[in-house]
């Protein structure tokens, strides 16, 4: 499975994006679809994962309320509406695959299987 993330950018405080991650190859794979950030010297976390069949999302406590998740299955394609956005926020985001129903959490890097490459978002204060 390949991944091809998009949409990050530079927003004010308070402003949104919205973050989409198209899936190619092995698609019929998918079990859900995950997104992590990242900043510079500190660890990849968790964000919000949706799972393909049921659309059962889940979310990191620092964005509920802020962001959203969706997927569409025909374009293997899963979005993160990010809303309100605050300066903490801003890092490299991740998408993610998640092949099975592993027994892991969905918001443990041990549970996805193939990353994206990373889209930069930036919000200034």
């Known amino acids: 499975v390949q991944l091809q993330a998009s949409g990050g950018g530079l927003v004010q405080a308070g402003g949104f994006l919205r973050l989409s991650c198209a899936a190619s190859g092995s698609t019929f794979s998918i079990y859900g679809m995950g997104w992590f950030r990242q900043v510079p010297g500190k660890e990849r976390e968790f964000v919000a994962a949706?799972?393909?069949?049921?659309?059962?999302?889940y979310f990191a406590d620092s964005v509920k309320g802020r962001f959203t998740i969706s997927r569409d299955n025909a374009k293997n394609t899963v979005y993160l509406q990010m809303n309100s956005l605050k300066p903490e926020d801003t890092a490299v985001y991740y998408c993610a695959v998640r092949r099975r129903p592993y027994s892991n959490s969905w918001s443990t890097l041990l549970g996805y299987d193939y990353w994206g490459q990373g889209t930069q978002v930036t919000v200034s204060s």
């Open positions: 949706i799972s393909w069949s049921s659309g059962s999302s």
